[in-house]
RNA sequence: GGGAGCGUAGCUCAAUUGGCAGAGCAAUGGACUCUUAAUCCAUAGGUUGUGGGUUCGAUUCCCUCCGCUCUCACCA
């Protein structure tokens, strides 16, 4: 550790256990050493033992090997005990100075955290606890910095994010909540295998902002000099593959938009998209409640769960409520007309705004207003899984118009707990319409508008020749996973999330 | 960027109206061959985030800056 800004007590413990590594050598053990096979699993041996009695265990004497990290010490001085600590689980380890004869001060420099591996037979202690009387004990790996507080574990929020593996050793329920989420993931590619969907990766490196409302980061490819943008949504390239005749198709992978970071927002986060030929929104809804109410059942054991407090039940089917009624609702002094009145709608919502949002709401048309009045007025109290629908075409460029209602898109949004948490639509197949939509956004853009979609020639071309009717749908894997493990704020469900460089 | 809060030993946290900066864990030395946050004795560990101000005296009150958390905005 060379440090400059490491504390005196911080070298000082450093120095401590860097010392003992060599006391490790001094015993012929190497402190950074390899080759011990452990041919158990700690929490397996628990397991498996765990209604045998004292006597049973005394007679037949099993014996086991296994590796892992030092989580619990306590010593006798010609004793100890210690808690050892594997992928599976824990077990208890005694060691004993008249058994390890010659190697009895290994234990002695043995610290929290360390790693060793112990060849033992199983007993129950006194107390009652399956124990392994180490008959070997070799240390494997010296740790070098001492572990958190045993008690309270590692609380300092931020370095529990920036130090993660200190996390994940000091607070062993966060490792429950990746496993969970690994679950999840695991979970929905069965989910679409099953039903005939193709796994693709397509580019994150874009040469054009499209697919979603967002900005973009900005890169920069030497060989050729051009700049990208890494990908805000893989949209476009799953739909131009959908032209090609792959007619289930999905991606779960990382979006990543240049945006402020919140408790719901990771500047890169996963997405799960997948694309149907053959069907509409509404098939497109069903799926959704299929996926994701047995998402919840395979991972949390039922369907309903709780959430910071409130019961979600994901029982389908679930409410669909077009928006223009839900913000009738919420806004009762609004007529069916004033709907379709942008500066009747601005009017209403305006006054209720902090002036830093009230000054973006001058250029939005009637459909971007209704939108802003469902965020504001309805959107926080769709708690229970509800199904969001008739989404204004104006701020829908990429979905299909309704054939009765052309100002509406084929289109749905499902909000939990008052968020939202996938979007999905029967996708825009008119090659014509479809270059209207992306004229509107450019010409949007060069009003000064920045979360706006360019224009994609390429994108165009690959619908004049034909993509079938087709419905699709884009899914927060992060926001459903802070769901399913009660997590309070997607960095919970995030292993790295993005923070600002340490300081040194 | 706005607002609120926080920053004390390696970790988790105390410190009365502004009056000598403390505990537990971890560490070091010692005792202890059945512990479960082991126990007991002893030791060491601090520029109270930074810089300034008020005061006889500041962890405490005021200001600057830095960092973090929450929140609003941006954004799904």
Do not use: C
Not at 151 to 178: C, I, T
């Amino acid at each position: 550790m060379s440090d400059e800004t490491e504390s005196a007590k911080e070298h000082e413990l450093y120095s401590q256990r860097l010392e003992k590594a060599g006391r490790w050598r001094l015993l012929g053990a190497n402190p950074f050493g390899n080759g011990f096979r452990p041919a158990d699993l700690a929490g397996d041996i628990a397991r498996k033992h765990a209604s045998d009695g004292a006597e049973q265990l005394e007679a037949s004497r099993p014996g086991y090997s296994v590796a892992g990290r030092v989580v619990a010490l306590r010593s006798f001085g010609k004793a100890a005990f210690l808690k050892l600590r594997d992928r599976s689980g824990e077990l208890q380890i005694h060691v004993k100075k008249d058994v390890l004869g010659g190697r009895r001060d290994r234990n002695k420099i043995t610290d929290m955290g360390d790693f060793v591996g112990v060849k033992g037979t199983l007993f129950r202690s006194k107390t009652g606890e399956l124990t392994l009387a180490a008959t070997e004990y070799l240390p494997l790996t010296k740790a070098l910095r001492a572990p958190p507080e045993k008690w309270h574990g590692l609380a300092d929020v931020e370095m529990r994010y920036r130090q993660r593996y200190l996390d994940l050793v000091s607070n062993p329920e966060v490792k429950e909540v990746f496993l969970r989420r690994t679950a999840l993931v695991r979970y929905l590619r069965e989910f679409l295998d099953t039903r005939g969907y193709v796994e693709v990766e397509t580019p994150m490196m874009h040469s054009l902002v499209s697919g979603a409302a967002a900005r973009p980061f900005t890169t920069h490819h030497n060989a050729l000099d051009i700049s990208l943008f890494l990908r805000i949504a893989p949209e476009l390239y799953l739909k131009r593959l959908v032209v090609g005749g792959i007619e289930r198709v999905y991606e779960i992978n990382r979006n990543f938009r240049n945006e402020g970071i919140s408790t719901r927002h990771n500047p890169e986060f996963t997405m799960l998209e997948w694309y149907r030929a053959y069907a509409t929104y509404e098939d497109m809804m069903a799926e959704t409640e299929e996926m994701i109410s047995g998402a919840a059942e395979r991972v949390t054991g039922s369907l309903k769960i709780s959430y910071q407090g409130q019961v979600i039940d994901f029982a389908p089917p679930w409410p669909r409520l077009p928006m223009a009624q839900a913000v009738r609702q919420a806004f009762p002094s609004l007529t069916e007309a004033d709907l379709k009145d942008a500066d009747r709608l601005r009017a209403e919502i305006g006054p209720k705004l902090p002036e830093s949002e009230r000054r973006h709401l001058d250029a939005l048309g009637p459909g971007a207003m209704l939108a802003v009045l469902f965020e504001h007025g309805v959107e926080p109290r769709l708690v229970q899984p509800t199904f969001v629908t008739e989404f204004p075409t104006e701020i829908s460029p990429l979905a299909r118009r309704n054939d009765q209602r052309p100002e509406i898109a084929d289109r749905f949004e499902l909000f939990i707990v008052g968020r939202e948490i996938a979007n999905g639509f029967s996708e825009l197949n008119d090659p014509l319409d479809q270059k209207g939509r992306f004229e509107a956004q450019v010409e949007a853009k060069r009003r000064g508008a920045v979360e706006t979609m360019d224009y994609d020639e390429d994108y165009i071309r690959a619908l004049e020749h034909g993509m079938p009717p087709t419905g699709g749908e884009g899914l927060g894997v992060d926001r459903l996973a802070m769901l399913l493990t009660d997590a309070p704020s997607i960095r919970d469900v995030i292993l790295f999330p993005l923070l600002k460089p340490e300081k040194r």
